[in-house]
């Protein structure tokens, strides 16, 4: 079965990754290799591996070195969405819209490009390369319901509408249903092959570019919430209730990078 528009990885860049990896250790129970190791970017580029408290991989962290500052990159959050053909798929994307911003080239561990879509948020695409031994293995970095995966994906942008077509045409999700959000309009859900993976909503109005905002699972969201703000984040938003029962939350990291929280409320 192909992989085609799964979440397949996820990439902290960040200046300082000691620092990175005591916050979000605290903050979600990772814990950053503290040396490069072999994965998607490695080579020249400090590029380090995020492992999970289950023994698993949550994703990578790429070191931001000065002339990478100087070129333009920020502490940020990106996701690696995986393509059957990332040459093919990058010319399409390009045609409706798209704009390339790293032309695809060969590592280790796949072909990759990265490119901002038509709205303007950045994401790369990425036909991996499974290990030798392992080519059943699937990536397991997104996992809808837990703790330390990604369990939600989400897009806000200009156009939302656009935004869909765009991803649907590409990468073979649907969009169906929507919560109403008053005067910020609705939040669309996403699906791929069935299951919810995120959701598209209009920029907010202090929001001033397009980006996705992938939100970390959390044994408990208050003591999560607690432990960004001691440790020099920002909480933007929440905890807030959202449907079944859980909470979710915004958070910047004490570097900048935006990224969001999920899971229940155990702390009282």
Not at 6 to 35: H, N, Q
Not at 103 to 124: E, N, S, W
Not at 187 to 207: D, H, K, S
Request: glycine share 14%; net charge negative.
């Amino acid at each position: 079965m192909s992989s085609h528009g799964k979440f397949i990885w996820y990439e902290l860049m960040t200046r300082d990754p000691r620092a990175a990896s005591a916050f979000y250790g605290e903050v979600c129970g990772w814990r950053i290799s503290p040396a490069p190791e072999s994965g998607a970017g490695a080579g020249e580029i400090d590029y380090r591996l995020i492992g999970r408290e289950d023994g698993g991989t949550a994703g990578g962290v790429s070191v931001l070195t000065d002339a990478m500052a100087a070129g333009g990159a920020q502490p940020t959050w990106l996701g690696y969405l995986c393509v059957d053909d990332v040459d093919a798929s990058l010319a399409a994307m390009r045609d409706d819209g798209a704009s390339p911003l790293m032309l695809p080239m060969d590592l280790p561990v796949g072909r990759i490009a990265l490119l901002r879509d038509p709205q303007g948020a950045p994401f790369y695409v990425m036909r991996p390369i499974p290990p030798a031994g392992a080519d059943a293995t699937t990536s397991d970095v997104f996992s809808p319901d837990r703790p330390g995966h990604v369990r939600w994906n989400e897009l806000a942008c200009g156009d939302p509408l656009a935004a869909i077509a765009f991803y649907t045409r590409h990468f073979g999700w649907t969009q169906e249903g929507a919560l109403e959000m008053g005067e910020l309009g609705q939040y669309r859900f996403l699906q791929r092959e069935g299951q919810l993976i995120g959701a598209v909503m209009p920029n907010t109005p202090t929001q001033a570019s397009a980006a996705w905002q992938f939100y970390i699972g959390v044994t408990d969201i208050e003591r999560a919430v607690a432990a960004v703000t001691r440790l020099g984040g920002i909480l933007r938003e929440g905890p807030m209730e959202i449907p079944g029962g859980e909470f979710a939350a915004q958070a910047l990291d004490p570097e900048g990078a935006t990224f969001g929280l999920v899971g229940p409320r155990r702390t009282r």
